[in-house]
């Protein structure tokens, strides 16, 4: 096993396509077939099943890219510490429930830390996505959140993925409306009012459990849903609709517009915001950064 090898392994991973990532790594194809299979027979196991469809990635190679992402986000570390440079264009990940701190946060670190060359991702995906991302390091670090009722379920599931949650700050329940929705007018909401109008939360794909479902309260009976997979369909919905969503209530009226707008939910509940990072690996500088960023773009709501 070498180095050359495991990043390999990686690209082919991350790119989904043998042919893309041979153009990525600046090797003829075969070449980059031949160490793939090397690295298969060395350990024998199988990495990525190959069809005319392309390449997908199996269980016990899904394992394997885990720790082969480890040791060469821990190489680039050294890289860092002992010579000062890091190694060729910069990368970074987060995967993230839909937050606009979180993406204010990234746009920030992008400005001060992109440089001239760099591959950032931001996901906005599901609560399970983020977890098994974060500790296949796929993402450097992961946004989540935890209340009463999550909190045994997702800090068990942290843990069996060797990750650490680590708190931002607390947010009282509010509810997303449009501006022009019949509720705006009200200073604050309960659940009562919103009986008549249609519920919107994020899909959680097969991990559907109420336990990571992104808003909280999801298991309060609701004759009208709508499950929706990205922000700006949520938004527009709450807006055509006359919609809600419940959540945090923290938005960037900068980067979403002046027409959603939050209101407080009465009910004895609260959602703890905090980032998520695997266990015993330090963190990179940028991820290190983006925590800063993080703390910043939130410390007016402590």
């Keep these: 096993m070498t180095l050359k ?6 690209t082919v991973a991350d790119t989904g396509n043998i042919t893309e990532a041979a153009k990525k790594l600046f090797i003829a194809q075969p070449s980059l077939t031949s160490a793939i299979r090397e690295l298969e027979s060395e350990y024998n196991i199988t990495i990525f099943t190959r069809s005319n469809k392309g390449i997908e990635v199996t269980p016990e190679g899904d394992e394997f890219l885990g720790y ?5 986000e821990q190489t680039n570390l050294i890289d860092e ?3 000062g440079k890091s190694t060729g264009k910069q990368r970074f990940c987060v995967s993230a429930q839909h937050y606009s701190f979180a993406v204010e946060a990234f746009v920030e670190l992008l400005k001060r830390y992109g ?10 995906t599901q609560t399970y996505d983020i977890i098994d991302d974060v500790a ?4 450097e670090i992961g946004i989540l959140y935890l209340n009463k009722f999550n909190e045994t379920v997702i800090r068990k599931t942290l843990r069996d993925n060797g990750l650490t949650f680590h708190s931002l700050f607390k947010a009282k329940p509010h509810v997303f409306i449009g501006k022009d929705s019949p509720l705006a007018k009200k200073k604050s909401l309960t659940l009562d009012d919103l009986k008549e109008y249609p519920r919107l939360s994020y899909e959680q794909g097969s ?3 109420f336990y990571f479902s ?10 009208k849903e709508i499950i929706v997979r990205d922000r700006a369909t949520l938004f527009n919905m709450l807006i055509g609709l006359n919609g809600y969503t419940i959540c945090s209530g923290v938005i ?8 959603i707008i939050a209101k407080p939910l009465k009910v004895d509940d609260y959602m703890e915001i905090g980032y998520i990072l695997p266990s015993g690996i330090t963190h990179s500088k940028l991820t290190g950064n983006y925590i800063e960023m993080l703390k910043a773009s939130c410390r007016w709501l402590e």
């Design 5 to 10: 090898q495991l990043r390999y392994a990686v």
């Design 68 to 72: 082969a992402r480890q040791v060469l």
């Design 81 to 83: 510490r002992y010579t």
């Design 115 to 124: 440089g001239d060359k760099y591959e950032f991702h931001m996901r906005e």
């Design 136 to 139: 296949h390091l796929r993402s």
């Design 207 to 209: 991990h559907n459990s």
């Design 214 to 223: 992104e808003e909280i309260l999801s298991t309060v009976d609701c004759d």
């Design 252 to 259: 960037s009226e900068e980067l979403n517009g002046p027409s």
